[in-house]
């Protein structure tokens, strides 16, 4: 079992920038793939970034490309998503996941309990 806590959400003027931490406990978080989404109201919760165990290739969404940066430090079991350039429409809460990677919630086992993040225009 791994435990997974967000931190570092909070409310941002939009152009402005947040660092998400994911703090993991538990099995060894370093086995596993990580990823970050995030559920606005009314909508589904969507892909945001996901992170191999090795830190090889990244992938990000299409909205956050460029803005986004994700990474982890496997020896402190934590990982990170460094967001610049915030936009309103990035306004959500935001979850870190652990599983065997993708772009998909389903192929993600362990799940944090979501951090908010609210960019003001």
């Known amino acids: 079992q791994v435990q997974l806590v967000e931190s570092g959400g909070g409310l941002v003027q939009a152009g402005g920038s947040l660092r998400l931490s994911c703090a993991a406990s538990?099995?060894?978080?370093?086995?596993?793939?990580m990823g970050w989404f995030r559920q606005a109201p009314g909508k589904e919760r969507e892909f945001v970034a996901t992170i191999p165990w090795n830190s090889g290739n990244t992938y990000y969404a299409d909205d956050v490309e460029g803005r986004f940066t994700i990474s982890r430090d496997n020896a402190k079991n934590t990982g990170y998503l460094q967001m610049n350039s915030l936009k309103p429409e990035d306004t959500a809460v935001y979850y870190c996941?652990?599983?065997?990677?993708?772009?998909?919630?389903?192929?993600?086992?362990?799940w944090g309990q979501g951090t908010q993040v609210t960019v003001s225009s």
């Open positions: 538990g099995r060894t978080f370093s086995r596993y793939a």
């Open positions: 996941a652990g599983g065997r990677g993708g772009l998909r919630p389903d192929a993600y086992n362990y």
